[in-house]
């Protein structure tokens, strides 16, 4: 069972502190949102935990399953299972859809266990049809060209065949149309295992009317102030983040 453990993290995007010790467990079968106003951190947070370069970290540590993550280079983060679906995933011309999530696929495998072509074609129709997407977008370019919303898709169509322990699901759900929102909640909600621990981050409550997390947490000004079930994602909805502010006596 997958285990993420995040302690006083801190990190500092060109010389200015960002993330000012955040502390957080993610395991296998649980599903934890983040949320909270938009500079706080959050993306910061996701950026980090896959070792972007420009998110230098000054402190803390990050352990998947007791082994450090900050130590590890970037893909072999991805090896062990780390998946970032992204708020902006990027358009990469000259590479398809099939060609991406194939050579993706078989960087986490051993020499020798590459995935068949069949047997990649097969899983791939499926997923596809689960996400309601079209056929034509596996011989697209990587998000050239495709909508927010089917930029979103995507990035799950690409969890669903990575098959990832520990995902961090970045404000998938900005820019989706409720149809689409429901898919995507589908999509993670069929892949709810003791073997993948999911850490969405949202700005919004109403993603979270479809995948209901076992733990919310509250981001705010680097660090994570609040921590309690789903009635929290609700009261936050209803009421915003200014009691929150006032009960712990923060200025902005
Ligand atoms: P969130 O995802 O919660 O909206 P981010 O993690 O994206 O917040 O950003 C946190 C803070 O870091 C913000 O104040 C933002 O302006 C700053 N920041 C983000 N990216 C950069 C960057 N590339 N260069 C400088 N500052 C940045
Ligand atoms: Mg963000
Ligand atoms: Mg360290």
């Given at each position: 069972v997958p285990h993420l453990k995040i302690e006083d993290l801190k990190v500092s995007i060109e010389d200015k502190e960002i993330l000012k010790g955040v502390n957080l467990e993610v395991k296998g079968g649980e599903i934890h949102a983040i949320m909270g106003p938009n500079g706080t951190g959050k993306s910061t947070l996701s950026a980090a935990i896959m070792g972007h370069p420009n998110?230098?970290?000054?402190?803390?540590?990050?352990?998947?399953?007791?082994?450090?993550?900050?130590?590890?280079?970037?893909?072999?983060?991805?090896?062990?299972?780390?998946?970032?679906?992204?708020q902006y995933p990027s358009e990469i011309s000259g590479v398809t859809n099939a060609d991406f999530l194939r050579s993706?696929?078989?960087?986490?495998?051993?020499?020798?266990?590459?995935?068949?072509?069949?047997?990649?074609?097969?899983?791939?129709?499926?997923?596809?049809?689960?996400?309601?997407?079209?056929?034509?977008?596996?011989?697209?370019?990587?998000?050239?060209?495709?909508?927010?919303?089917?930029?979103?898709?995507?990035?799950?169509?690409q969890m669903m065949m990575l098959k990832p322990r520990l995902a961090i699901l970045d404000e998938i759900d900005s820019g989706?149309?409720?149809?689409?929102?429901?898919?995507?909640?589908?999509?993670?909600?069929?892949?709810?295992?003791?073997?993948?621990?999911?850490?969405?981050?949202?700005?919004?409550?109403?993603?979270?009317?479809?995948?209901?997390?076992?733990?919310?947490?509250?981001?705010?000004?680097?660090?994570i102030v609040k921590s309690g079930g789903p009635e929290l994602a609700k009261r936050l909805e209803a009421e915003g983040y200014d009691w929150i502010k006032e009960e712990l006596g923060i200025v902005d």
């Open positions: 998110y230098k970290v000054t402190g803390g540590d990050v352990t998947l399953d007791n082994e450090d993550v900050l130590e590890m280079e970037v893909d072999e983060r991805a090896r062990k299972g780390i998946f970032l679906a992204m993706a696929i078989n960087a986490r495998r051993e020499e020798g266990d590459e995935i068949s072509l069949m047997s990649f074609i097969r899983e791939m129709d499926k997923q596809m049809g689960a996400l309601e997407m079209d056929e034509s977008f596996s011989h697209r370019y990587l998000n050239e060209g495709f909508s927010g919303g089917e930029k979103k898709r995507n990035e799950i169509l989706l149309d409720i149809d689409a929102l429901k898919v995507v909640a589908q999509g993670v909600n069929e892949m709810r295992s003791p073997e993948l621990g999911v850490l969405i981050i949202t700005h919004y409550q109403r993603l979270l009317d479809h995948i209901t997390p076992d733990f919310v947490h509250v981001m705010m000004q680097g660090r």
